[in-house]
């Protein structure tokens, strides 16, 4: 191919990305060193923000590295749902830090080490139970969907009597336009009982907008009723810790300050590792000889935690926007004040220049400085419950089950955007 | 204690708390009540050298550096960097 050639290609990429396709999935890494070859920083319209005068993506490591540590060029206030902005994640430094100090103390190594036995003892019970059942089994619904997030209900405070309701709403609101089977089938039915005439697979922009008001203004009235019972008795949870704390020694945190705190737990805290989870099961069982290399070392505590931060590398999620706070040249791009940046961590962890044999699981990787976490003052607040959930699910499955198959039955279900998988059919042996 | 020694510098403006560095290098760094990297000693024997170096390696908001440190046995003065 000239070099020509690649330049047309790469601009008709970037002119057609658009991450939230399920069908983008299938060349995603493609299109990523595509574009990180030829036109690192992309100006593309799929998805250009309402108002916004440009959109970008970017692909390389470093490039992402520089974006995602200048939070005074780059603000997270991009407010991309029609909801208020979720603290700490909207709101830019120095509220940011304001509300992490808040927060930071609930996620630490310590603390988290104290959940081990109680992660442990809920992984194997859902993985008996998924076992029990037969030959073949769906590791997502049984065991990938249910891990984290009934941990994060318990940790946050939301009941598990609204398990199926609280889930219904996170996959309306999160997964109502990537491709979701169940998010679209549940978007739909909401859009239905608003009055709209939903045909064919996905909704209109109208539509969704519609969708996504309603579900927000749903949740917040949820939260706010759960916030005035654990007023009246409170617990140990997140809910009541939120009600005694303190904005910078000053003032307990508003009505509307406790319910976007709540919110964003919601969101961040049931489908991230629940994805991650999905998708590294789907290699495995892809790979028997990565999953028999991993099994090996997975009693190794020195080992194990280098392989938990490759499977994150390797199978990075989120895509990270940003909306321009001036105009400013990055890496010799004008971006106008206003424009949207995005850095999808999946394009950065695959970047050859800082990730030798990126496309390679390496078990041992050093130095291993993924992105898959975000990077800079965002940084995922949820980081070591989140290795810890991921190392402990795949001991405890792995233990029980060594050896498993894709089902030549059923087919995985992917959807993209903040990418994973609804379904993953496996069968044993 | 002996062999040369590597002074640690971090830098607390760019620590984010992944915790790379605790896991990597225990003995040298811990983390503060809100998750952040502490040092816990500055000049590194060289029994911790390899520590230390995976751990600068690993931390990916760069936030670790290393250079020669006193000869052992020399008292070091806190802000002599």
């Given at each position: 191919m000239t070099t020509m050639d690649a330049r047309s290609l790469a601009e008709a990429a970037a002119a057609a990305y658009n991450p939230y396709d399920v069908a983008f999935l299938e060349r995603e890494f493609e299109v990523y060193d595509l574009l990180r070859a030829e036109l690192p920083?992309?100006?593309?319209?799929?998805?250009?923000?309402?108002?916004?005068?440009?959109?970008?993506?970017?692909?390389?490591?470093?490039?992402?590295?520089?974006?995602?540590?200048?939070?005074?060029?780059?603000?997270?206030?991009?407010?991309?749902?029609?909801?208020?902005?979720?603290?700490?994640?909207?709101?830019?430094?120095?509220?940011?830090?304001?509300?992490?100090?808040?927060?930071?103390?609930?996620?630490?190594?310590?603390?988290?080490?104290?959940?081990?036995?109680?992660?442990?003892?809920?992984?194997?019970?859902?993985?008996?139970?998924?076992?029990?059942?037969?030959?073949?089994?769906?590791?997502?619904?049984?065991?990938?969907?249910?891990?984290?997030?009934?941990?994060?209900?318990?940790?946050?405070?939301?009941?598990?009597?609204?398990?199926?309701?609280?889930?219904?709403?996170?996959?309306?609101?999160?997964?109502?336009?990537?491709?979701?089977?169940?998010?679209?089938?549940?978007?739909?039915?909401?859009?239905?009982?608003?009055?709209?005439?939903?045909?064919?697979?996905?909704?209109?922009?109208?539509?969704?907008?519609?969708?996504?008001?309603?579900?927000?203004?749903?949740?917040?009235?949820?939260?706010?009723?759960?916030?005035?019972?654990?007023?009246?008795?409170?617990?140990?949870?997140?809910?009541?810790?939120?009600?005694?704390?303190?904005?910078?020694?000053?003032?307990?945190?508003?009505?509307?300050?406790?319910?976007?705190?709540?919110?964003?737990?919601?969101?961040?805290?049931?489908?991230?590792?629940?994805?991650?989870?999905?998708?590294?099961?789907?290699?495995?069982?892809?790979?028997?000889?990565?999953?028999?290399?991993?099994?090996?070392?997975?009693?190794?505590?020195?080992?194990?935690?280098?392989?938990?931060?490759?499977?994150?590398?390797?199978?990075?999620?989120?895509?990270?926007?940003?909306?321009?706070?001036?105009?400013?040249t990055f890496h010799g791009t004008e971006f106008a004040h206003g424009s949207q940046v995005l850095c999808p961590t999946m394009a950065a962890n695959r970047d050859a220049s800082e990730f030798a044999e990126p496309n390679e699981l390496v078990f041992d990787r050093t130095p291993n400085r993924h992105l898959g976490f975000g990077l800079g003052p965002h940084r995922c607040i949820g980081i070591h419950l989140a290795r810890r959930e991921v190392r402990i699910a795949l001991q405890v499955f792995h233990r029980k089950l060594p050896d498993y198959h894709p089902d030549p039955e059923r087919r995985a279900e992917a959807f993209g955007g903040m990418k994973g998988l609804s379904a993953l059919p496996l069968v044993k042996g | 204690m002996t062999g040369p020694l590597t002074r640690v510098q971090l830098d607390t403006g760019r620590c984010q708390g992944h915790g790379q560095c605790a896991m990597a290098a225990p003995d040298v760094f811990a983390f503060d009540e809100q998750g952040f990297a502490v040092l816990q000693i500055e000049d590194v024997p060289a029994a911790l050298e390899v520590a230390v170096r995976t751990a600068v390696l690993r931390c990916p908001e760069r936030a670790i550096s290393l250079m020669p440190g006193d000869e052992p046995k020399t008292t070091t003065s806190h802000n002599s960097v």
């Open positions: 920083i992309a100006r593309t319209e799929a998805i250009t923000a309402m108002g916004a005068p440009g959109s970008w993506v970017l692909t390389r490591y470093d490039q992402s590295c520089d974006f995602l540590q200048d939070h005074a060029s780059f603000s997270n206030q991009s407010n991309v749902y029609p909801v208020r902005p979720w603290i700490p994640q909207a709101i830019d430094p120095p509220a940011h830090s304001a509300y992490r100090r808040i927060m930071n103390p609930w996620f630490t190594v310590d603390e988290m080490r104290h959940l081990e036995p109680h992660l442990e003892k809920f992984a194997e019970e859902l993985v008996d139970t998924m076992l029990d059942q037969g030959d073949d089994f769906d590791f997502v619904a049984a065991f990938a969907d249910p891990f984290p997030t009934v941990i994060f209900c318990q940790l946050a405070g939301f009941p598990l009597d609204d398990y199926q309701q609280i889930m219904n709403w996170k996959n309306t609101l999160m997964h109502c336009a990537d491709g979701h089977v169940r998010g679209f089938e549940l978007a739909a039915e909401m859009a239905r009982e608003l009055g709209h005439e939903v045909s064919g697979s996905h909704l209109t922009p109208e539509e969704e907008l519609a969708v996504r008001s309603t579900v927000g203004q749903r949740i917040y009235a949820y939260l706010g009723g759960l916030i005035d019972r654990r007023r009246a008795e409170p617990t140990d949870d997140m809910i009541t810790k939120l009600l005694a704390a303190s904005y910078e020694g000053e003032r307990p945190l508003t009505q509307e300050e406790l319910e976007d705190t709540l919110f964003l737990f919601y969101m961040a805290g049931l489908d991230t590792v629940a994805s991650a989870l999905g998708l590294i099961v789907q290699t495995f069982a892809a790979n028997p000889g990565k999953r028999r290399e991993f099994i090996e070392l997975m009693d190794d505590p020195e080992r194990v935690g280098p392989a938990v931060e490759e499977l994150i590398r390797y199978h990075a999620i989120v895509l990270l926007p940003r909306r321009v706070t001036q105009d400013v | -």
